[in-house]
């Protein structure tokens, strides 16, 4: 790998998009070299399709059923291995990047060891800004960061068994657990908020995100499985996964359809329990 140039592909995760996805994939298409579009969809939407087939540097992959994050990750991240490439950028359908996002992660790549770097990634939340304009951080989210293919061929694949959540919190305690770096970039931030906001008030109104009920399920799930693998090496995310379960039970009672996310909860533990990964199975 030159010191000086790196070859940056970028890859997107689609499932169900709507029309002003293509907007967002235009505020970063031009910021890489190539871009590989893995369409999980389970609803092909054909106008979003045959806008982005116009652009010269896109690969598009259909792979016309929901495989799950993991493992479309692996198609993006293993293609853009074949045809050379150094860093992938990995983005959610729904994200948009400002201009030079890449071009200013990548200075931040080039100022350091860059073989040490697993993943170098924004800040997402506004309150998270360390004194260091670069930290050493345990996990972050897939969504924004550069992932060095170098260590990827090293540490190895996503795990698909997860299929969603979590996917990003495994790879990067894996990373950390191989002596390789996850680098916040503090003065770059990316604003991301999962969920959609749900408001209860008390004395004020207090906003807090909320995820479909077998959203909740895999959280919950993936949570156990990747806490549990890493309890030893790292026990404090074993605590911060405990502290965001907790918030979760919590805001069951102010969700609807409270008895269905209690099952959700309930079936994620006994499947944990039982070893049962994969996409969820309701018989």
Do not use: W
Not at 44 to 49: E, G, K, R, T, Y
Not at 250 to 258: A, L, S, T, Y
């Amino acid at each position: 790998m030159s010191e000086t140039s790196y070859g940056i592909a970028g890859v997107v995760i689609l499932y169900n998009p709507e029309n002003h996805v293509y907007s967002e994939i235009l505020s970063y298409v031009n910021q890489v070299s190539r871009l590989y579009i893995i369409d999980n969809s389970t609803q092909h939407n054909a106008s979003l399709v045959n806008q982005v087939l116009q652009i010269s540097h896109v690969n598009y992959i259909n792979n016309a059923s929901n495989i799950g994050i993991a493992a479309a990750l692996n198609i993006g991240a293993n293609s853009a291995i074949t045809d050379g490439f150094d860093f992938l950028l990995t983005m959610d359908q729904d994200t948009s990047l400002p201009g030079n996002y890449v071009a200013t992660l990548v200075d931040g790549i080039r100022r350091q060891n860059s073989n040490e770097i697993g993943i170098i990634a924004p800040r997402y939340t506004p309150t998270s800004r360390g004194q260091d304009e670069f930290e050493n951080v345990l996990v972050t989210m897939t969504s924004g960061n550069l992932l060095n293919l170098s260590v990827y061929k090293k540490v190895g694949p996503f795990l698909t068994e997860l299929f969603i959540d979590h996917v990003d919190h495994e790879y990067c305690l894996r990373i950390n657990r191989e002596g390789f770096r996850v680098v916040q970039a503090n003065n770059l931030y990316l604003p991301h908020r999962p969920g959609k906001l749900v408001g209860v008030r008390f004395i004020r109104k207090k906003l807090f995100s909320s995820h479909s009920p077998a959203r909740l399920y895999y959280f919950c799930r993936n949570g156990f499985f990747v806490s549990n693998l890493y309890r030893s090496s790292f026990p404090e995310f074993r605590l911060s996964f405990i502290k965001l379960m907790a918030k979760e039970i919590v805001k069951i009672v102010f969700e609807d359809d409270r008895m269905l996310r209690l099952k959700m909860l309930r079936k994620a533990f006994l499947d944990f329990k039982a070893e049962k990964l994969g996409p969820l199975k309701l018989s």
